[in-house]
């Protein structure tokens, strides 16, 4: 059964490092990395602000649903139980931003190919715990090799829809305009280990463009103890979940450049290139190669 942990206060990210004694051994374990006998310098860390998700292309889909976002259904009717005969429409979502007219914070580096944004509307007609998700588009996937078997005897690969999220992630953030609605808004990422976490984000009960974020607890798993030790976490949703005192007034809102604070750093050492199948290999590599194919770097993360 998948375990979903909520967060409502983030404390800050420390940074622990425990040595074992070193027995003649090649490696030094940390509680936070593997090291080689030499030790590190600077580059111990690579910490880089990575955007992972400008809403230019795809569009994402948004369901609603009363309660806990868990049982929002595939297929939307309506908010509450709907009166016999009646369907209600899931929220409207659209990309927008174009030529003359992008939308896009202005206090985001200027990026031409930044243009457009995601922008979703939509009207409870009762009030109430009313939640609205946002999830990926289905291209936004990974595949995920899990401890069971199948019927080949083969291990099982998981299917897991949503953003991977490069690195180690320390805090994650998004660019919100908002209009003043009464909600608030959560990130939902998944570990490893199949666990939802939920982290808060705050208030979007304001006017004008603002970033939100969250860090991400150091209880998240994100890593093992051998190499390549890595193990991305993956955004599954945005939710807006209305407080007890909203209206049902029309809401509209926005959203770009989804970010995230990351350690893009895995030990180094002589032989880390032996592979010995294509699966150990794409394993090795696939994080670093995905992180490289992100188009928006921090400037001190070049």
């Not at 080689?36 to 400008?54: A, H, I």
């Not at 180690?168 to 280990?193: C, F, I, M, N, P």
């Not at 989804?258 to 030990?267: E, I, P, Q």
Request: net charge neutral.
């Amino acid at each position: 059964m998948r375990t979903v942990i909520k967060y409502s206060v983030l404390a800050a990210l420390p940074l622990l490092y425990s040595f074992v004694a070193i027995n003649g051994g090649a490696a030094i374990k940390s509680s936070s990395a593997l090291k080689t006998l030499n030790g590190d310098d600077t580059d111990g860390m690579e910490l880089r602000s990575v955007q992972v998700e400008g809403f230019e292309a795809e569009q994402w889909t948004a369901t609603v649903s009363p309660g806990d976002p868990e049982a929002i259904p595939a297929v939307v009717e309506a908010d509450g139980q709907p009166p016999k005969g009646e369907k209600w429409n899931s929220p409207e979502v659209a990309i927008k931003g174009e030529g003359n007219n992008p939308c896009r914070p202005q206090n985001l580096a200027h990026d031409e190919t930044n243009k457009k944004c995601l922008g979703v509307r939509f009207k409870f007609i009762y009030p109430g715990n009313n939640v609205v998700a946002l999830t990926p588009p289905a291209s936004k996937k990974i595949y995920r090799v899990i401890d069971e078997l199948d019927d080949n005897n083969k291990p099982k690969v998981q299917e897991i829809p949503g953003l991977k999220l490069p690195g180690k992630v320390k805090a994650l953030s998004v660019w919100v305009l908002g209009r003043g609605s009464d909600y608030t808004l959560e990130a939902w990422v998944q570990d490893w280990k199949g666990s939802t976490h939920v982290l808060k984000m705050g208030s979007v009960n304001f006017v004008g463009w603002r970033p939100l974020s969250a860090k991400v607890p150091a209880n998240v798993p994100q890593d093992i103890d051998t190499y390549p030790q890595t193990k991305n976490l993956v955004l599954t949703k945005l939710v807006l979940r209305s407080k007890p005192t909203a209206n049902t007034e029309k809401v509209v809102i926005f959203f770009d450049a989804v970010k995230v604070l990351t350690d893009m750093y895995d030990v180094h050492f002589d032989g880390a290139d032996v592979d010995f199948d294509e699966m150990d290999k794409k394993e090795k590599h696939e994080a670093r190669e995905y992180a490289k194919s992100l188009k928006k770097y921090s400037e001190g993360g070049k």
